[in-house]
């Protein structure tokens, strides 16, 4: 074990991370798609609702447990269950946040593959003056390949590993520091584009005027996964991000300002594919590959469409990158105080699993594409839902409730700086609305 452990930089470099940890894929790829296959508005409703109540409870409690523990998220769970008196079983939600956060980075790896394929597509100029039938062509040729496929999750899985085998400082600090803030102007750039050429008051409405109709039990559900995947949370991720925090940090208004930034992504992203979506007549249920097949349109019609439509799939893949080390991190940091590997060799173990279990996700699009039996997915599928609308969600109730109903409640108070209305507030938020929300959407979406 460590004797000291390692601290962020400065309050802006812990912003950073946990903005690059949530700001991903599942922003720019995940969000827009899920909009679409659920119908629109409804979702985007349910999102938002979602992420206020009990998102940002979740990630407060994440970051306060892991600040507290000091440790990786299993060794803290099970120290802050030991100094409240209670069971050691508590140290499984530690082990599910591990668990959970390798699965995802297996499937998450093979959609970062594809942005590092799309970086090479549009920097050979294979969008230049194509059609919506060709971009599908190039989609669709891309996920028959298994050898292509392979061969980019590789890479993306390397890329992974290299940067968090450095170790805080050296990676991922220094990933994060340029590349949000580049990605944010080229979105801008993006938007207006789309604002001008697309259908954009067609997209405004799809996404924001609200149809009751389009509600259903499995579309809230999957409004609540998508809520606790874009944020990061439930993952062990922000708990071992926590406890690289000093007491200092405010961890309200920083919850705030990554919340903030996370959502002003995934609402942009959808306002750039929704109106090239419609001016180009393509289906809004297109699935996982809805911004490979929308966005090389704009790129080949717009001037200088071929630069940025490098630039954007270079920083789409870095973006993603940044999410990714952070799935990485958990269980790197696990491995690496309590074993002898030490952390590099903590870092590549990890990485070879996931790495194994991803080849298996990129097989569900083509050699391996028949559902599974009993579940009625591929393995892709099994591997997305099973994470973002079960174990998600349930580690982040288990979360929230610990800080809720079994640290002590004063203490808590203090160390968010609450006082009055928004101590109660808090505590509201805390012990009641988050799980019993959770607990909601649950029934509402397996009934
Ligand atoms: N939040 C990241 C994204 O939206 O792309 C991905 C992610 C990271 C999901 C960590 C879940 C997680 F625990």
């Not at 306060?64 to 440790?71: K, Q």
């Not at 600090?173 to 207006?192: D, F, G, K, S």
């Amino acid at each position: 074990m460590t004797a000291q452990h390692a601290q962020w930089g400065s309050r802006l470099t812990f912003i950073l991370a946990a903005t690059g940890s949530a700001v991903g894929l599942g922003n720019i790829w995940k969000f827009p798609y899920m909009v679409g296959e659920s119908g629109g508005a409804g979702f985007v409703l349910v999102y938002l609702v979602c992420i206020a109540l009990i998102g940002m409870p979740v990630l407060v409690a994440e970051w306060l447990l892991g600040r507290r523990g000091g440790r990786n998220p299993i060794d803290t769970m099970a120290k802050l269950a030991r100094e409240r008196g209670r069971s050691r079983a508590w140290a499984l939600l530690g082990v599910s946040g591990v668990l959970v956060g390798a699965v995802i980075l297996s499937f998450y790896s093979v959609i970062g593959g594809w942005s590092l394929y799309y970086t090479g597509q549009a920097a050979g100029a294979q969008f230049a003056g194509a059609d919506a039938e060709g971009v599908s062509e190039i989609f669709d040729r891309m996920l028959a390949s298994p050898g292509t496929l392979l061969v980019v999750h590789t890479l993306f899985m390397a890329a992974s590993v290299a940067i968090v085998a450095r170790g805080l400082k050296g990676g991922i600090e220094m990933a994060v520091r340029l590349l949000m803030p580049t990605l944010a102007v080229l979105i801008l750039v993006l938007l207006i584009y789309a604002m001008f050429t697309g259908h954009f008051g067609a997209a405004l409405h799809y996404m924001f005027a609200l149809d009751l109709d389009s509600l259903t039990g499995g579309t809230v559900l999957a409004a609540m996964g998508q809520a606790f995947f874009t944020l990061s949370v439930g993952a062990g991720i922000m708990m071992a991000y926590g406890s690289y925090l000093g007491q200092e940090t405010d961890l309200l208004s920083t919850a705030r300002t990554v919340i903030a930034f996370d959502t002003v992504f995934a609402l942009a992203a959808g306002l750039i594919i929704f109106p090239i979506v419609f001016a180009n007549g393509l289906e809004t249920s297109e699935g996982p590959g809805l911004i490979f097949v929308t966005l090389p349109l704009a790129f080949a019609e717009m001037s200088g469409g071929t630069v940025i439509g490098v630039l954007f799939f270079v920083l789409l893949s870095f973006a993603a990158l940044t999410s990714s080390i952070s799935l990485l991190e958990p269980a790197v940091e696990f491995l690496d105080e309590r074993s002898r590997l030490g952390r590099v060799g903590a870092t590549v173990l990890s990485g070879a699993l996931i790495w194994v279990l991803g080849i298996a996700a990129l097989l569900s699009f083509n050699l391996w594409s028949a559902p599974l039996p009993v579940v009625d997915l591929t393995v892709f599928d099994l591997l997305d839902v099973m994470t973002s609308q079960y174990m998600l969600p349930l580690n982040g109730f288990f979360a929230v409730l610990f800080v809720g109903w079994v640290l002590d409640r004063e203490q808590v108070r203090r160390e968010l700086g609450l006082e009055g209305v928004r101590a109660t507030l808090w505590s509201l938020a805390a012990r009641v609305i988050a799980p019993l929300g959770v607990g909601a959407v649950f029934v509402a979406g397996l009934t």
